[in-house]
């Protein structure tokens, strides 16, 4: 009977063991199961989040970029708005300084030396107040002059005839001239530069 009964315990731990043993075997494969997918999904999800990492990395990178182009524009634009103010100071300046009433003479002299020959045209000049005196002691008794004060700085208007037509030597006039030129030079350069 001892025999039997250790026959019996036997099997009964056998059948046990057999059955644990499976259980731990199905156990391990489901844990397994379960790893692989976690691991699965958390690989996607790191996928996904570098994708939206770069995608978000280089919106921004577009929009610092952007960001430069405009300042960049908006500081050329600023340049060349100085740059256009500091050469009409600049023009100005020098138009006002270099129509001296020698120099305003000295065009009057060679605009009637260029005027057809035997024509007794009046010259009506207009300047500022300040010049009226020094161009009637520099144009000489050949030109009948009629110098009057205009309503400008620095420079004249010279009329040959009472068409109202005139020459502009305005101090103004000058300015425009060369802020007009030396502008548009200007904006070529600064566009060859942009």
Same mark, same amino acid.
């Given at each position: 009977m001892p025999e039997d009964l250790q026959q019996l315990l036997s099997r009964i731990n056998d059948g046990y063991l057999k059955q644990a043993e499976k259980e731990k075997d199905n156990l391990i494969a489901a844990a397994k199961g379960e790893a692989e997918t976690i691991a699965a999904n958390a690989k996607k999800e790191a996928e996904r989040i570098i994708e939206e990492a770069k995608a978000e990395a280089e919106a921004i990178r577009n929009?610092? $970029?952007e960001d430069i182009r405009r300042a960049s524009r908006d500081s050329i634009r600023e340049l060349r708005g100085e740059l256009q103010r500091l050469l009409n100071n600049a023009v100005g300046k020098a138009a006002t300084e270099a129509m001296t009433p020698a120099f305003m003479a000295e065009i009057i002299r060679q605009m009637a030396d260029a005027a057809p020959k035997g024509? $007794?045209? #009046?010259v009506a000049i207009l300047t500022a107040p300040r010049n009226i005196e020094a161009l009637r002691n520099r144009i000489t008794g050949t030109i009948r002059a009629e110098i009057k $004060? &205009? #309503?400008?700085? &620095? &420079?004249?208007?010279v009329s040959f005839d009472k068409s109202g037509e005139y020459f502009d030597f305005s101090d103004d006039a000058v300015r425009n001239f060369f802020r007009e030129n030396l502008g548009q030079e200007l904006n070529k350069f600064l566009d060859a530069k942009a």
């Open positions: 929009r610092y $970029a024509s $007794a045209g #009046e $004060a &205009g #309503e400008f700085k &620095g &420079g004249m208007q």
